[in-house]
């Protein structure tokens, strides 16, 4: 249990066009290259003030996070010693990363001795396979650049019981058209990636999770607009 991280057994990874089980190095190598440029890992600071600021507006506390596809753990780690929870989990099926983040972490000076801190590298459709019926919830997941390599059926799997997982969800996914800006602008092409509309995540996200803010989902499941923390119903979708 070195720096209080607990790593799990490793689940068998499969070859890189099977993104959703875990990417071989060379795919690390093509799509993150250059991290320091790339939304969630140069601007980790920055999204998870914005977070922060956000909670602390409505005085609500966050004691346990889950990052679903860690890649990393550049944001993870942010997320750790800006909010100091008291449980906090990381999960990632791919071996490069994975070995890269529990080589390096230290916990947070911020984060109390006590606090648990556990990775385990493992996908999300399985983590929530192997998870559906316990009874683990967390204040606030994390996924970011995950949904773009699932099925649709993974997707129409993980999301019911998701909602059940995690109360607030910090979601990004990027749609066809931006996959195509990226292609234009940033001579940037993730060939493991799946195009979809934004109408298409729209209408699966919303049975579970409704939209709070920028990137900020929460859960049908804990919430709805008679009691939910956060006020300013009118931004909600």
């Known amino acids: 249990m070195q720096n209080r991280l607990i790593m799990k057994k ?21 799509c993150y290259s250059e991290p320091q440029t790339m939304d969630c890992i140069g601007n980790s600071y920055a999204h998870t003030h914005y977070l922060k600021n956000l909670f ?13 596809g860690m890649g990393l753990g550049l944001f993870f780690e942010e997320i750790l010693k800006t909010f100091a929870p008291k449980t906090a989990v990381g999960i990632e099926p791919s071996d490069y990363p994975y070995k890269q983040f529990t080589k390096r972490f230290k916990l947070p000076e911020s984060m109390s001795t006590r606090s648990l801190v556990s990775a385990q590298q493992i996908d999300l459709s399985a983590w929530i396979k192997k998870n559906k019926t316990d009874k683990t919830t967390f204040d606030l997941g994390i996924c970011t650049s995950v949904f773009q390599y699932l099925t649709d059926a993974e997707i129409d799997f993980v999301l019911p019981i998701l909602k059940q997982k995690v109360k607030y969800l ?28 934004r109408k298409w995540y729209y209408e699966k996200l919303s049975k579970h ?29």
């Not at 990004?172 to 940033?186: F, M």
């Open 10 to 30: 490793k689940i068998k990874q499969s070859k890189a066009s099977k993104g959703h089980k875990g990417f071989s190095e060379d795919y690390w190598q093509h």
């Open 56 to 68: 602390d507006m409505e005085f609500i506390e966050i004691k346990s996070v889950i990052d679903l």
């Open 170 to 197: 910090y979601f990004t996914v990027p749609t066809d058209k931006e996959l195509k800006r990226g292609i234009i602008e940033n001579k940037f092409r993730d060939p493991w990636a799946k195009g979809r509309s």
């Open 209 to 237: 999770f409704t939209f709070v803010s920028s990137r900020l989902l929460e859960s049908k499941y804990y919430f709805d607009e008679s009691d939910t923390f956060f006020t300013n119903l009118l931004y909600r979708f």
